[in-house]
């Protein structure tokens, strides 16, 4: 099977920054071709902050948090980072990293397209 474990969530200050890092491991690992992001806040529909393939590292960040949030990768380590910048009040959720497998021609966004997810890291910012 697969492992994926997120850190790097807590309290943060309006303005302020966090980075997340999304660990994998297992042994289908080698069938990864993408991870990705989501965020679910209590009340709202799961949605995608950003997504990359963990091949050539194309990534696809959805208008509405492109200028603030990155995503990132470290082959070596099996770790994704989602650095997040100029946290709003609408950002706290809990944030849930995905792996998946296949190839489009941009990673996906739609969380179907993801087999394995992690337990997700709290983000909370105050105002």
């Known amino acids: 099977q697969l492992q994926v474990v997120e850190s790097g969530g807590g309290l943060v200050q309006a303005g302020g920054s966090l980075r997340l890092s999304c660990a994998f491991s297992?042994?289908?690992?080698?069938?990864?071709?993408?991870i990705a992001w989501f965020r679910q806040a209590p009340g709202k529909e799961r949605e995608a902050v950003s997504a990359?393939?963990?091949?050539?590292?194309?990534?696809n960040t959805p208008r509405s948090v492109e200028n603030r949030f990155t995503i990132s990768k470290d082959n070596a380590k099996n770790t994704v980072y989602l650095q997040m910048n100029n946290l709003k009040p609408e950002d706290p959720a809990k944030y849930l990293c995905?792996?998946?497998?296949?190839?489009?021609?941009?990673?996906?966004?739609?969380?179907?397209?993801?087999?394995?997810w992690g337990q997700g890291t709290q983000v909370t910012v105050s105002s």
């Open positions: 995905a792996a998946g497998r296949g190839i489009w021609e941009m990673p996906p966004l739609e969380d179907w397209e993801y087999d394995w």
């Open positions: 990359i393939y963990f091949g050539d590292g194309s990534t």
């Open positions: 297992g042994f289908r690992i080698k069938e990864i071709s993408l």
